[in-house]
């Protein structure tokens, strides 16, 4: 079967409840390899790993952010991620040989069981964004320690600010991945985004493990962010549907001025 044919019968399988039901049980039966990895950057991004087996079984099935917090073992975000406060999004691109899917952000105070720690002081008010990547042509992801394993960098940016100025590093961000079927999910956190909501927001993903100056462009005069089409690389760009009203425009000029 050539690539085409496989993709034809991805698209086209649809799976009974019987089979996600015992394919969830089983994922729960296996016991997760963890490996945590930190930057050296000032404002370090702090990198969880969690691999669970790989199957066939995999392109046209998400796990629910909720679940992706569960294998975490973050019950209380799991919860948030189920929860009236989270904006499900489910849009989807593709760049290179992945399709990025942008599933869900929820933000708030205390709802996640691990409190983010930074500078020695805990930040409890933040956003939490789950993506999904897939191979465009169906083919599961390689394992974290394969060969050919591609690292991706998830990140909010905020209209009117330069993305290598202001992205995950800046914004006390931390991460985690998961391998779970085939698709990677990361699970991005930082600053509580909702007070830039009524300048606009943006989650972005490049390759790699930190931003660059140059995947994206920004308009000096719009302050809009763009995907820069001679960047030589993987990258894409997602605008987050918050709320205006949930805006703190004090506050967020008081974080930029910081």
């Known amino acids: ?38 930057f050296s950057t000032a ?3 702090v990198m969880t790993v969690l691999l669970f087996s790989t199957t066939a079984f995999a392109a046209w099935y998400f796990l629910k952010p909720s679940e992706v917090a569960n294998k ?7 919860a948030a991620f189920d929860s009236g406060n989270a904006i499900n999004i489910n849009e989807s691109a593709t760049s290179g040989d992945y399709t990025f899917t942008l599933l869900a952000i929820v933000s708030g105070k205390d709802i996640s069981d691990q ?32 060969e050919g394993f591609t690292p991706f960098y998830v990140s909010p940016y905020i209209k009117g600010q330069k993305p290598w100025h ?9 991460a985690s991945e998961i391998l779970a ?12 985004i909702t007070i830039f909501a009524d300048r606009g927001v943006y989650i972005g993903i490049i390759e790699g493990r930190t931003p ?25 760009l997602f605008s987050l549907p918050i709320d205006p009203a949930l805006a703190n425009p004090e506050k967020a000029q008081a974080f930029l001025d910081n």
């Not at 034809?8 to 990895?37: G, H």
């Not at 202001?166 to 931390?174: F, I, M, P, S």
């Not at 995947?215 to 763009?226: H, K, N, V, Y």
């Open 1 to 38: 079967m050539d690539k085409n044919e496989y993709k034809q019968m991805m698209e086209q399988a649809v799976p009974s409840a019987a089979l996600i039901r015992k394919t969830k049980n089983k994922m729960k039966q296996e016991e997760p390899i963890m490996i945590k990895r930190s």
């Open 43 to 45: 404002a370090a991004v």
């Open 72 to 78: 975490l073992e973050n019950p209380a975000l799991s």
């Open 115 to 146: 409190p983010y720690i930074g500078n020695d002081e805990v930040s409890r008010d933040r956003s939490y964004v789950v993506t999904a990547i897939q191979r465009t042509d169906g083919a599961p992801m390689p394992s974290f320690q394969e």
């Open 166 to 174: 202001v992205n995950a590093h800046t914004l006390g961000g931390g």
């Open 181 to 192: 079927d085939g698709v990677v999910y990361h699970l991005v956190e930082f600053e509580n």
């Open 212 to 236: 660059n100056n140059q995947a994206f462009l920004i308009d000096e005069q719009t302050g809009e962010i763009s995907v820069n089409p001679d960047y030589d690389g993987i990258s894409i």
